[in-house]
């Protein structure tokens, strides 16, 4: 009876044991058999959508290329800044490069209907069709958002349009390069096209009390009117989620990460944009806090902004206008840019003849462009090849610069710290 009943348990057990091992084996081969397609979808879907995502992302270490590369420039003016920005842009001007100009809304409509003409007749332009004038120009408040805005706006649109180029500078009528493009372009030629130049730090300082915590409105993005921002007598706390860093309002940006700024894959830079919608003088934080605060680009950058800018001590809002006096600090400091200028100040005149050889067009010849006859034009020599360089002086100095600044002991310290 005993031993029946533990034979009829056994015979239990190993049906039991037996029907498990058959089900699992069955489980394990219908999925086998009826996935194997599915996997495979799965994974060429996986790959197309990769460089959205995350190929990008590691694209962004290894980002080198062998050719010249090539610079989109924003230069942006407002109320009387035409001929200025008109030789600012003549001094940067070259084939390879792309550009966007804007006067703001505050200049007049005539002001800046006469800049779209001067870029639509100017011969050299219309041939070769990199440069373009941000016709819907935008309401731009001096220390608000806007001024991000219009930085967003001109860089989407070089994005758009721009084709291929590796670093956006954003520069105003009242900057002046101290180097050729020649120079300049040889210059960063063989350096990574992932770094980005952007002057920073999370030492916040006066800064916390000052603009951290101030709520301000800029009117700029709802009214038709110019008028200034103001204050809302509530005050907020230090942002938790991510950390804030300040710096310059000068950079030079990787393609990479205008893409991560421009796109907005990642909530990041859309949710700093909005937070900076209400913060004094946005331009010297938005970009360093995003880039800072994305694990996949801090390590991109560059703790310098490429600029000579006499500052008093302690700062003040303006920096001081650079005049003669300053021509051989300017020089010394190795730096592509310098502000701010006063319009046709005696200074630019001796950068002209002294840095960058302008010749009587105002352009500044290079490789691609060297004049035999005194009146010939552009237009009856044709461009030479654009590809190649004519590197000078300042190529030298810039390079001074970048060595130093890439060699630093404590170049890695300095990135978002
Ligand atoms: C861009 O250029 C303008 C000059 O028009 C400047 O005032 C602004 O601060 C710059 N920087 C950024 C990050 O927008
Ligand atoms: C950035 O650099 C740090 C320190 O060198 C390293 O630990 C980290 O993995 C790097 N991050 C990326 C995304 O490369
Ligand atoms: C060059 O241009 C100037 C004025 O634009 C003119 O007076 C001169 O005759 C021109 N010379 C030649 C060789 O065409
Ligand atoms: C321009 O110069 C580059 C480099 O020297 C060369 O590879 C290329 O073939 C040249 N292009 C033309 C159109 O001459």
Same mark, same amino acid.
């Given at each position: ?5 533990s ?9 039991? &044991? ?5 089900? *699992? ?5 219908? /999925?086998f058999?009826s996935?194997? !397609? ?15 995502? =995350?190929e990008?992302?590691?694209? @962004? ?10 610079? #989109? ?13 008109? $030789? ?11 550009? #966007? ?20 007749n ?8 990199? &440069? ?11 220390? +608000? ?9 001109a ?10 180029w590796?670093?956006? =500078?954003?520069? !105003?009528?009242?900057d ?14 063989t350096? %990574? ?7 920073? *730090?999370?030492?916040?300082g006066?800064?916390?009390?000052? $603009? #951290?915590? %101030? /709520? /301000? ?38 393609? %990479? ?14 949710? =700093? ?29 560059v ?17 001081h ?9 300017? @020089? ?10 006063? $319009? ?12 960058l050889?302008?010749n ?11 004049? =035999? ?20 002086? +300042?190529?030298k ?7 130093s600044?890439?060699?630093a002991?404590?170049?890695?310290e300095?990135?978002?710290?």
């Amino acid at each position: 009876m005993d031993s029946n009943k533990s034979q009829k348990k056994k015979k239990w057990f190993v049906s039991l &044991v037996f029907s498990l091992v058959l089900s *699992t084996l069955l489980i394990f081969v219908s /999925i086998f058999v009826s996935s194997s !397609s599915s996997f495979r979808f799965y994974r060429i879907r996986v790959k197309k959508d990769v460089p959205h995502f =995350v190929e990008s992302k590691l694209r @962004v270490s290894s980002r080198q290329d062998s050719s010249v590369p090539r610079i #989109a420039y924003l230069i942006s003016g407002s109320m009387g800044d035409g001929e200025s920005l008109k $030789r600012t842009l003549k001094a940067l001007y070259h084939p390879r490069n792309q550009y #966007a100009v804007h006067l703001d809304l505050e200049a007049s409509t005539q002001e800046r209907l006469e800049l779209a003409n001067y870029v639509k007749n100017e011969p050299l332009f219309a041939q070769l069709g990199n &440069v373009r004038v941000i016709v819907k120009a935008n309401l731009v408040t001096y220390r +608000g958002p806007t001024m991000v805005t219009n930085t967003l706006h001109a860089a989407a649109i070089l994005l758009k349009e721009g084709g291929d180029w590796d670093w956006f =500078v954003n520069l !105003s009528a009242s900057d002046y390069p101290l180097v050729t493009q020649d120079d300049l372009l040889h210059a960063v030629s063989t350096i %990574p096209r992932h770094f980005n130049f952007i002057e920073h *730090t999370s030492d916040i300082g006066w800064k916390e009390y000052h $603009r #951290a915590k %101030p /709520i /301000i409105i800029d009117p700029g993005l709802y009214s038709l009117h110019k008028s200034d921002v103001f204050w809302v007598t509530e005050k907020r706390n230090v942002p938790s989620a991510y950390t804030l860093f300040t710096g310059s309002a000068w950079m030079m940006l990787s393609r %990479p990460f205008v893409e991560y700024c421009i796109w907005g894959w990642d909530n990041l830079p859309r949710n =700093v944009l909005m937070y900076y919608a209400n913060f004094l003088s946005s331009p010297e934080g938005y970009f360093h806090t995003v880039i800072c605060n994305a694990e996949e680009f801090r390590n991109t950058t560059v703790n310098h902004d490429l600029h000579f800018i006499s500052w008093d001590n302690p700062p003040k809002q303006h920096p001081h206008f650079l005049k003669d006096k300053d021509y051989s600090r300017m @020089v010394d400091s190795n730096a592509p840019f310098a502000r701010k200028f006063g $319009r046709n100040d005696p200074v630019l005149d001796k950068i002209d003849t002294e840095l960058l050889g302008l010749n009587a067009d105002g352009y500044v010849p290079g490789r691609w462009f060297s004049r =035999v006859k005194p009146n010939m034009t552009f237009l009856d020599l044709g461009i030479k090849n654009i590809t190649q360089l004519r590197p000078g002086p +300042g190529a030298k100095r810039l390079k001074t610069l970048i060595n130093s600044l890439l060699s630093a002991k404590d170049f890695k310290e300095n990135q978002c710290a």
